[in-house]
């Protein structure tokens, strides 16, 4: 978890929420910001009123639903302050998706898989990004997942603020225009690593080898989509045709119960290269289960087999990042059901993560505190 002292970091808080408050909620979102992480029990609408010294919840409800303020806009902002401070030339772009457990009237809500309670579930789905470098790790964009039931009924959607012209978008094709906001904001990570939800769409690798974006994607053991020069082959027929020499142990960096060790294979899949670039099938195998992991990768035709095992392995941040924004700075804690609040809530949870995340860095840095009040 971020360990980060708060009083010895105030002015830091100053400098993220002054780039995207205007000027009538920049008192209630810089009060907001510190309820989120002010290690309160609950980070609801009361607690974060009551931490404000405000007798209702009323002026953080406004916050969320009505006051003038710019929510997609403000998500940029807190895109630009994490690449600032963890800029890396290799950083790794991470898409994933993470539930809430909500009520049938939350925009979104549906029967749908919750990574989160581990089962289906009544669940709002958000698509994030983070941005993951030897820095550190934050989330930088989210956008929340309609399900087709709720786009073909506009009447529901109307009710819970959906705007008009939001329409039904998968979500391979949320993570493609996540990722199109952020190369065309000039953010060009050095990699890109999504699980198999999203790698498995050969649509989304082929939209990323045109933008020439290097990637290290998971997919299925039957993924029957891999190309090689004899057609198409399936992910484990590849793997299992290679000669036992050609794996290597390799680390992926240390885990919550040691050094996290599998065995590492990769295939070229693709004759017809690229200039400088190379297309292969990586395989990870657990040691002591046998389980089988594939990611198609695509990047610098010099990359190394164990370069390719870090970036599969830094996929993980992501799932880092929802546990601490979840535990730190209330992801998950919102009492509100619209789509507009929802958006407004979740950035706002993210700015108070980069936030942590930045003084946390500094902190290693040796950069000393400067703390000011407002």
């Known amino acids: 978890m971020v360990d980060v002292d708060v009083s010895d970091w105030s002015a830091e808080l100053d400098r993220l929420h002054a780039r995207f408050a205007r000027s009538e909620p920049r008192r209630r979102a810089r009060q907001y910001l510190a309820g989120l992480v002010a290690g309160l029990d609950r980070k609801n609408g009361w607690t ?4 404000a010294g405000d007798v209702s919840p009323d002026g953080m409800q406004r916050l969320l639903r009505w006051a003038d303020w710019d929510v997609d806009p403000a998500r940029d902002d807190v895109r630009d ?3 600032e401070h963890l800029h890396d030339p290799q950083a790794v772009l991470i898409i994933d998706d993470t539930g809430f457990l909500k009520g049938v009237r939350s925009a979104g809500v549906a029967r749908q898989c919750s990574g989160t309670a581990g089962r289906i579930e009544n669940c709002q789905v958000g698509v994030f990004a983070a941005y993951r470098s030897g820095k550190g790790h934050a989330l930088i964009d989210r956008q929340l997942y309609l399900p087709a039931a709720w786009t073909d009924d506009r009447d529901r959607c109307r009710a819970a603020g959906v705007p008009d012209d939001v329409e039904f978008a998968t979500k391979v094709q949320i993570a493609r225009s996540t990722l199109g906001r952020a ?14 939800a999203y790698g498995q769409s050969k649509s989304l690798r082929v939209w ?8 290290v994607v998971a997919t299925r053991r039957n993924d029957d989509m891999i190309t090689t020069s004899m057609g198409f082959a399936r992910a484990d027929e590849l793997i299992a045709a290679l000669p036992g020499r050609a794996r290597s142990r390799i680390s992926a960096g240390p885990g919550a119960h040691g050094p996290r060790e ?9 004759i017809c290269w690229q200039p400088g670039r190379g297309h292969w099938l990586l395989a990870r195998r657990n040691r002591t289960t046998g389980e089988l992991a594939y990611y198609v990768c695509y990047g610098p035709r ?7 095992a870090r970036i599969a392995g830094a996929r993980w941040a992501i799932e880092e990042c929802f546990q601490q924004a979840k535990g730190q700075a209330g992801l998950d804690e919102y009492q509100v059901r619209d789509w507009r609040p929802w958006h407004a809530h979740i950035t706002l949870s993210m700015a ?10 500094r902190m290693s840095e040796g950069e000393p505190a400067a703390t000011t009040g407002r």
């Open 48 to 51: 974060l009123a009551e931490q």
């Open 81 to 83: 302050y994490v690449v």
């Open 183 to 196: 190369f065309a904001a000039g953010i060009r990570p050095g990699w890109v690593s999504m699980d198999e």
């Open 262 to 270: 599998y065995d590492r294979a990769r295939v070229p899949i693709r």
């Open 302 to 308: 010099k990359t190394r087999l164990m370069d390719l």
């Open 208 to 215: 990323l080898e045109k933008h020439d974006q290097p990637y």
């Open 352 to 361: 108070a993560l980069a936030w942590l995340v930045v003084a946390k860095t």
